[in-house]
């Protein structure tokens, strides 16, 4: 009696164990899809303010000047804008690593610097529409989930009507 | 810890004799109890990672929500790019969504409003509305944006 007992508890013990074990390796599944969760969200919420601080600065700039100009690197692709106007700083925004620079420069002193951090992997992509009146655009692509190409990218563009100011005032 | 409590009890039981069967009992009941623990642990799991899936969802639908504000922010940066007397309901019907958006946001709905405004000025309010499907399957509540556009002051002061 006393054995049977004690291979019942030692089944038991393997069932208790087997299931405890289940229940620890879905918890642990479950911590690191939180601490991935946690640490997505904020990159979310750092990346969208970083987006609307953007968006409302490079909108203003572009309203504000008389001209805008693609920035090229050495192998013609697109590396950044550039703003002009006659009684102002140039303008210029440009990526460096993961964030989009803004930079004042009066000739060619630096009169002003701000920069705008993107989580790590973001994409850029600079555009300028010419025409009556010319769009300035920075696309920004960044990736959402790794290793999934469920949703691969989440881009947004932001436009900007350049020398609106102007053009509404009817200055040359 | 279940080690103790699987081997421990009985041993005192060994010696009384009505003991045996309120031993064993006693010996089972503790292996149920710990089954009933870890399901109970299990589910809490379980509902931990339905939230964690909200989470997820909560998020996707932020980024729509940035997505559609971006969206009709640049519509109506090219309704403010027009010229003043070519802005009617015509010329923004024309306007179309950008291929992220209508990627991203499923069934897109576009309403874009002008009409005059009264006043000293001769004004137009535009009215920019974008909403699309969510997740119970109906078009939610839009993102709108509102302008206020005056006329060209070149004609007035």
Not at chain 1, 65 to 76: I, Q, R, S, Y
Not at chain 1, 82 to 102: D, K, L, N
Not at chain 1, 113 to 142: H, K, M, Y
Request: net charge positive; charged share 25%; glycine share 8%.
């Amino acid at each position: 009696m006393t054995g049977n007992r004690r291979g019942t508890t030692q089944i038991e013990m393997l069932v208790i164990i087997s299931v405890c074990s289940v229940v620890m390796g879905a918890s642990g599944v479950l911590l690191h899809g939180m601490y991935r969760a946690g640490k997505e969200s904020r990159l979310a919420i750092e990346a969208g303010a970083a987006v609307a601080r953007l968006s409302l600065q490079f909108r203003r700039d572009a309203h504000a000047a008389a001209e805008a100009e693609l920035l090229k690197e050495a192998n013609d692709k697109a590396a950044g804008l550039m703003f002009r106007g006659s009684f102002q700083p140039t303008i210029e925004y440009r990526q460096q690593g993961r964030a989009i620079v803004r930079t004042a420069k009066q000739g060619d002193k630096v009169v002003h610097l701000d920069s705008f951090g993107l989580p790590a992997g973001t994409e850029f992509s600079w555009t300028l529409d010419v025409g009556q009146p010319s769009v300035a655009a920075i696309r920004i692509a960044r990736p959402t989930r790794r290793g999934t190409n469920l949703d691969a990218m989440f881009s947004q563009r932001i436009e900007a009507v350049v020398s609106i100011v102007r053009q509404t005032r009817g200055e040359p | 810890m279940t080690d103790s409590s699987g081997f421990g009890r009985p041993a005192p039981s060994r010696g009384g004799r009505p003991a045996p069967s309120r031993a064993r009992r006693c010996a089972a009941f503790t292996v149920t109890e710990c089954l009933v623990a870890l399901v109970l642990l299990g589910a809490a799991v379980a509902l931990m990672a339905q939230l964690l899936a909200t989470a997820g969802v909560q998020r996707r639908v932020a980024d729509q929500h940035a997505l559609a504000l971006q969206e009709t922010s640049n519509l109506m940066e090219r309704l403010f790019a027009v010229p003043y007397s070519e802005l009617t309901a015509e010329r923004a019907a024309e306007l179309r969504l950008s291929e992220s958006a209508r990627q991203r946001l499923p069934e897109p709905q576009l309403e874009i409003t002008i009409k005059p405004v009264a006043g000293e000025t001769a004004a137009k309010e535009i009215r920019i509305s974008l909403r699309w499907l969510d997740r119970s399957g109906r078009h939610g509540a839009p993102v709108a944006l509102t302008a206020w556009r005056h006329e060209d002051r070149r004609n007035g002061s």
